[in-house]
Structures are given as structure tokens and as C-alpha cells.
């Protein structure tokens, strides 16, 4: 096989995988193993990738705040006191990151994704024949416009 169709194997196999079809069914759809699919998955990051797209800040949030939940009803059922007292800190530790994953982004966080993006279009134009100067000067363009209107409302 050569590097070219490895690539394109990987790529219908990231789509694949990113649309919740199992490892095993992939290495069939696209005739490879199961274990380089599991290594192109890992390299990839795909799990990470899929579970992002996959769920949302307020789902997260609202997960964690269950989970807060079930542990104060546990310790309510529960007759021992270690539990009660372990409780003060798993509570201090999850209302933390539900304060970090709450909060919104920043215009600063727009900033930086919008200098990411650039970049990585200034990129892709290298490959792409519809990544252009002027395609990519538009994009810059809405993006600053974005970005004012937002510091505007601030």
C-alpha cells in the first residue's frame, strides 16, 4: 500500500471512527487491522476528539452535578462517619471543575482559536487550490469584524 492510500484509509477511518462505528467494523469497511486502526486511534487522538464533539460544557455540567447527588444521598443513607467526612472535599473538588467547565469563553479564547485557525488555513493553502489569498483575507476579515462586534458588547 502506499503512503498515499495509508492516508486516505486513515482518513475514511477517522471519519468512520468519529461517527461512532466500532474499531473492529473499520478494519473490515477499509480492509486493515483491528490493531493499526487502535494505533492510528491513539496516535490520533481520536477518542479525545470524538468525546469532545460528543458532549457538550452543560451536559459535563450537568453529569457532575448527579454525581454530587448520588454522593450526598450515599453519605445521607450512610451510617459511618469517614464517609461524611471525605464528603466536604469530593464536594470542594467537583464544584471546581464545574466552575472552570461553567464559565463562558473568553474574547481572549476567540483570539487564540481565530490565530490557530489562520494558521492552520495558511497551511492547508499549501495542498488546497480553494484555500487563496483572498479566500483566506475574507476569513481574516469576518474574523476581526467577529472580534469587534464582540469587544463592543463587552
Known amino acids: 500500500m502506499t503512503k498515499k492510500e495509508s492516508e486516505n484509509k486513515k482518513a475514511v477511518a477517522k471519519t468512520l471512527y468519529m461517527s461512532g462505528i466500532g474499531m473492529e467494523q473499520i478494519a473490515e469497511q477499509i480492509g486493515v487491522s483491528r490493531p493499526t486502526i487502535s494505533r492510528w486511534c491513539q496516535d ?3 477518542k479525545e476528539t470524538r468525546a469532545a464533539q460528543n458532549i457538550t460544557r452543560p451536559e459535563l455540567v450537568n453529569k457532575l452535578l448527579g454525581t ?5 444521598e450515599k ?12 464528603l ?4 470542594s ?3 471546581s471543575v464545574i466552575e472552570k467547565l461553567d464559565k463562558k469563553a473568553s474574547i481572549v479564547d476567540t ?9 492552520w488555513l495558511e497551511y492547508k493553502s499549501a495542498t488546497d487550490q480553494e484555500v487563496t489569498p483572498e479566500f483566506m483575507r475574507k476569513v481574516n476579515r469576518l474574523q476581526d469584524q467577529y472580534i469587534a462586534e464582540h469587544i463592543g458588547k463587552a
Open 44 to 46: 490520533g487522538g481520536w
Open 68 to 72: 454530587i447527588n448520588d454522593l450526598i
Open 75 to 86: 453519605v445521607k443513607e450512610s451510617d459511618d462517619p469517614m464517609a461524611a467526612a471525605g
Open 88 to 91: 466536604g472535599d469530593k464536594l
Open 93 to 95: 473538588k467537583m464544584a
Open 111 to 119: 483570539i487564540e482559536v481565530f490565530m490557530a485557525f489562520s494558521k
